[in-house]
């Protein structure tokens, strides 16, 4: 994989398995779930890295490795030149200070008897920041920041809105002012009407505080939207990487295609127009993932190619296709031009037999 | 031919501590054939109007305390129960957000589908069986005959679901209330589904109720469009109208604050400012009133009934030729509409 200056995070061939154990007495081991199964990215210093793909596909374990919440089973973290990857105790407190996490869901991410103040506060107490009273005022701060009203350090997390309380998680996140923060689904469990609040916050920090996002969502409209550059995930592997431009114009792993095809636009003169590639069967289990490439069970370009025997047999390594755009497909190129890209891009007229 | 007809429905709900006003007075039709979509979002209703319509709300807590629902001749909301539980399934019937809740855990979905066959279709056991190999066929369950014997937690989320809508169109009801059927369900599955509740309902002519809260699934499915707020259908109209120009300052401002997949232009979001309503305080005045950028004094005193766009239309309240009605005093233009903002320069709250 290609590696470029201004990186600050660089993850190479990360694994993450979960022992499966079983017996009552002995515990035996009898198996993984292999979560994250080989990933390789990089995270430039000031973007929006945006990872997407369907539940289990192991985006939350991506994340939580990096942040090193999990210790990963294998592979490489570099963040800011410093490997993470085997990192322990006072070393690893160090580092945590610049990467923060935002958790999906508001309403189980906060302790329910702390107040506001105490949860904004905690970090920086934890890393040792500032006088009491500095980090009162810094608490005030980082609260007019996000949008809460500061007269409400006394209060509850049950007492605030869902919206709300994502905004004290993203104060929380703030506090020790981290160079990196990965956000783990924002804004999937809040209201439609009040997920735009929390959107609009976050990339006028990261303007202010030149923050680097990770930003982990299934929802590829709000990735479309945030993200410059989207890694695009598949039962613990990087199916497609590049910039947002070329994922939506132009995607080149038969999987992306389909993605991005399932998803609804709000639009009935578009949707009336549109055509679907409908995936068969279920998303695989990461237990035991489908040999050679894991997407062939359900690729509708492998039927179309006449069921090649590499697709059940190699697995496909990440390639570059063109500069930035690295894609794990044995026959990329037929992807390019085909009318299953245009059906998704926009461009050109439907074909005119329904694909798939 | 009009089915359903839901008129100044208000249902609340008793708790220890405050009363819910779940439904505010909701009225719609619904005739045979034609997918109707409600929007709105959490807490505004959705699932408690079709909950009411079936007459499950969670008892004791869950009222009816005014309106009617009536399905052809039969007045629901007056039946006696056994008469209701007749019609449940056979005439209307539901898919619900969790399928777990209505399945029976300890029965195998081929005993579920047989049972409501022979119960209420009148078939021997081996006629039922062979319908419901057929139905699970339909609903694309591969090798339906051996997963007859199967409990409903070994299926995946996906195969539930559509084991799900087999059982609600095992008697071939005339409507279909399909809850939030995708939502929890990943996009490459739900485009699955979508399609199949599509096929089905043309081939049999069902109508449906859609709930939704998104405005992608509503644009591809439905022909007409309920948006509710604080309990109140606050617009209606066609689908294809509504989303081209909505009028109704909380439509126009869910469609200003999601992000579009095929937008290449990366425009701002216009969030819809403040909290969504607390239903446990009465309505006075305009539910949207305290989030609205387009408020005016007369709105906080008026709660505004849902008329025409175009004043003086005469009603229609089904198919294709609907008339866009909304529930608003100051209703946004195009021009405002594209805006996400009022453009008068008097008043307002923004
Ligand atoms: N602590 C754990 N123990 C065992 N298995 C786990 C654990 N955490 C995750 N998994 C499994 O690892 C796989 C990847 O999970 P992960 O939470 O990373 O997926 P995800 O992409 O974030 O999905 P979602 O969109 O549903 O959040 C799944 O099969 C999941 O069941
Ligand atoms: N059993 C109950 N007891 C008390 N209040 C209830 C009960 N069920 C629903 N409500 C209230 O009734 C109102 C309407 O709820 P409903 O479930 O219809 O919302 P919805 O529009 O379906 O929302 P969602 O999108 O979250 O499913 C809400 O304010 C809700 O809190
Ligand atoms: S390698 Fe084969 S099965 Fe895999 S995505 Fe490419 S064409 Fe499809
Ligand atoms: S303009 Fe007035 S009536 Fe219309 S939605 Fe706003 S507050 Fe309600
Ligand atoms: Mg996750
Ligand atoms: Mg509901």
């Not at chain 1, 963040?79 to 508001?106: H, K, N, S, T, Y």
């Not at chain 1, 970090?123 to 980090?135: Q, W």
């Not at chain 1, 920041?145 to 350090?153: A, I, K, R």
């Not at chain 2, 056994?82 to 399945?103: C, H, N, W, Y």
Request: glycine letters at 10%; hydrophobic letters at 40%; proline letters at 7%.
């Amino acid at each position: 994989m290609s590696t470029s200056d201004g990186a600050l995070l660089r993850v190479e061939g990360l694994r993450v398995y979960f022992p499966i154990k079983s017996g009552i007495i002995l515990e035996r081991h009898v198996g993984d779930v292999r979560a994250v199964d080989g990933v390789d990215f990089e995270l430039r210093r000031g973007e929006t890295l945006g990872l997407v793909g369907e539940s289990g596909c192991g985006k939350t374990t991506t994340g939580r490795a990096i942040v090193r919440l999990y210790r990963p089973t294998a592979g490489s973290i570099r963040f800011d030149g410093q490997e993470l990857a085997g990192l322990e105790g006072e070393a690893l407190r160090r580092v945590r200070r610049q990467m923060q996490m935002i958790f999906q869901d508001p309403f189980a991410s906060l302790n329910p008897r702390m107040t506001l103040g105490s949860i904004v506060k905690e970090p920086l107490t934890i890393h040792g920041i500032g006088s009491p009273k500095e980090r009162e005022g810094r608490v005030r701060q980082l609260l007019e920041v996000v949008g809460l009203n500061p007269g409400f350090v006394n209060r509850y997390p049950h007492e605030f809105s869902g919206g709300q309380r994502q905004r004290i998680g993203v104060a929380r996140a703030l506090a020790v002012q981290p160079d990196l923060v990965v956000a783990d689904e924002p804004i999937s469990a809040l209201d439609v009407s009040i997920q735009a609040q929390i959107l609009n916050l976050l990339e006028r920090l990261q303007g202010e505080f030149g923050l680097t996002y990770l930003f982990i969502a299934h929802d590829l409209s709000v990735v479309r939207h945030i993200s410059d550059r989207v890694a695009v995930m598949y039962v613990g592997r990087i199916a497609e990487v590049a910039s947002s431009r070329d994922i939506f114009l132009g995607p080149l792993h038969p999987y992306t295609v389909a993605l991005l095809s399932a998803i609804p636009i709000p639009d009935p003169a578009v949707e009336a127009r549109r055509r679907r590639i409908i995936l068969k069967g279920d998303v695989p289990n990461p237990v035991a993932p489908p040999p050679g490439c894991r997407f062939h069970t359900r690729c509708w370009l492998r039927g179309r190619l006449g069921n090649p025997a590499e697709c059940e047999a190699v697995d496909p390594r990440v390639r570059d296709l063109a500069a930035g755009h690295q894609v794990a497909c044995h026959f990329a190129e037929q992807v390019d031009g085909s009318a299953e890209q245009r059906l998704v891009t926009g461009r050109g007229a439907p074909p005119a037999s329904s694909p798939a | 031919m009009v089915l359903l007809s839901v008129a100044d429905l208000e249902v609340r709900f008793h708790t220890a501590d405050a009363t819910v006003h779940a439904v505010n007075g909701v009225s719609f039709e619904l005739e045979e054939g034609e997918t109707l979509g409600l929007v709105g979002e959490s807490g505004c209703g959705k699932s408690v109007t079709s909950l009411a319509i079936m007459r499950l709300l969670p008892q004791p807590a869950g009222r009816i305390t005014g309106g009617t629902v009536t399905f052809r001749d039969a007045i629901l909301t007056e039946l006696p129960e056994d008469e209701m539980r007749d019609l449940r399934g056979k005439e209307i019937a539901m898919v619900f957000q969790d399928p777990m809740t209505s399945l029976n855990p300890v029965l195998t979905v081929g005993e579920q589908l047989t049972e409501t066959l022979m119960a209420h279709r009148q078939m021997t056991r081996q006629q039922a069986r062979a319908r419901a190999v057929a139905l699970l066929e339909m609903v694309g369950i591969p090798r339906p005959a051996t997963r007859l014997g199967a409990y409903p937690h070994q299926f995946s989320g996906g195969m539930r679901q559509r084991v799900m809508i087999a059982m609600a169109l095992a008697l071939e009801p005339k409507v279909l209330i399909a809850d939030e059927p995708t939502t929890a369900l990943d996009v490459t599955i739900q485009a699955q589904i979508l399609d199949l509740v599509r096929n089905l309902t043309a081939d049999f002519g069902t109508a449906v109720i859609l709930i939704t809260h998104d405005l992608g699934v509503v644009a591809g499915m439905t022909g007409r469009v309920n948006v509710m707020y604080a309990g109140f259908v606050v617009e209606t109209g066609t689908t294809a109208e509504l989303f081209a120009h909505p009028r109704h300052p909380y439509t126009v401002g869910l469609l200003r604050s999601i992000p579009r997949l095929d937008d290449t232009r990366h425009e701002d979001l216009v969030p819809i400012e403040g909290q969504p309503p607390d239903m446990t305080v009465a309505p006075r005045g305009c539910p949207f009133a305290p989030r609205c950028a387009w408020r005016e004094e007369r709105c906080v005193a008026e709660n505004p009934a849902l008329e025409p766009v175009v004043p003086g239309t005469p009603i229609v309240t089904t198919g294709p030729g609907a008339t866009h009605r909304a529930a608003c005093w100051y209703p946004a233009t195009d021009e405002e509409a594209r805006h996400g903002a009022p453009l008068r320069a008097a008043g307002g709250a923004a």
